[in-house]
């Protein structure tokens, strides 16, 4: 399989902690891409990191990049219960086509 | 807009039965993909367009069929349904600009048994 791997595969924290997804990858990559899928629903693309970034912010999130051991984290910071959510990694492999490897997802429950 | 669009959200079938998932995009992108999605499996590609008129298989292409039948709409067949079969099945999109960067829009997944 091509697939890469999240851990933890559930993590439950209460809001105001902050929360730490990590992801590792098999190939040499283009960029990584991390989404979430809230129960029942479709994928919603939060951030994207380039092979040649280290770290990147967007609002809450933070994504870090380590292209040597073929590792990214995800950290969302002062967590909600609107977080709850399950949170995917997805690697772009270098070469030209447009596909994404997927993770198997870490399940993020923030309890009130 | 919709963004991305998948009919029928819910459906059962008996085993051998064939059916054809639909997917309908309205934000003109290029590039067209079909997922499915199993418990502790993550998302795993079945096939892609990447433009209007070609489809390659991805991870786990057998047991399926695909249509580019326009730029907007994406169809994956099952020609004869097997219980392996019954996951939660996703569309997404993408403009595809050459760039490898822009994300991918995701419809909000059919779910299909197959007994």
């Known amino acids: 399989s091509q697939q890469g791997e999240e851990d933890p595969q559930a993590l439950s924290i209460q809001e105001g902690e902050n929360a730490t997804m990590n992801c590792s990858y098999k190939?040499?990559?283009?960029?990584l891409q991390w989404y979430r899928q809230n129960s029942g629903r479709g994928l919603v693309h939060l951030i994207l990191?380039?092979?040649?970034?280290r770290e990147k912010h967007s609002g809450r999130l933070r994504v870090t990049l380590d292209t040597s051991k073929k590792s990214s984290s995800l950290l969302i910071t002062a967590s909600r219960a609107a977080d709850t959510a399950s949170y995917f990694c997805?690697?772009?492999?270098?070469?030209?086509?447009?596909?994404?490897?997927f993770g198997k997802g870490t399940k993020l429950t923030v309890n009130p | 807009n919709a963004g991305v669009t998948q009919t029928p959200k819910f459906q059962v079938l008996k085993t051998g039965q064939s059916m054809t998932l639909q997917c309908a995009q309205d934000m003109n992108h290029n590039s067209m993909y079909w997922y499915r999605q199993d418990p502790g499996m993550g998302l795993r590609l079945i096939y892609y367009?990447?433009?209007?008129?070609?489809?390659d298989k991805g991870e786990v292409p057998n047991g399926y069929n695909v249509s580019r039948l326009n730029k907007r709409e994406f169809s994956l067949r099952l020609e004869s349904a097997a219980p392996s079969q019954t996951s939660v099945y996703f569309c997404?999109?993408?403009?595809?600009?050459?760039?490898?960067?822009?994300?991918?829009?995701f419809g909000d997944g059919t779910r299909l048994s197959i007994l």
């Open positions: 990191i380039r092979s040649n970034e």
């Open positions: 367009s990447a433009s209007e008129g070609t489809t």
């Open positions: 190939t040499s990559i283009n960029n």
């Open positions: 997404a999109s993408t403009p595809s600009q050459g760039t490898g960067t822009q994300p991918q829009h």
């Open positions: 997805a690697a772009r492999p270098q070469g030209g086509s447009e596909k994404l490897v």
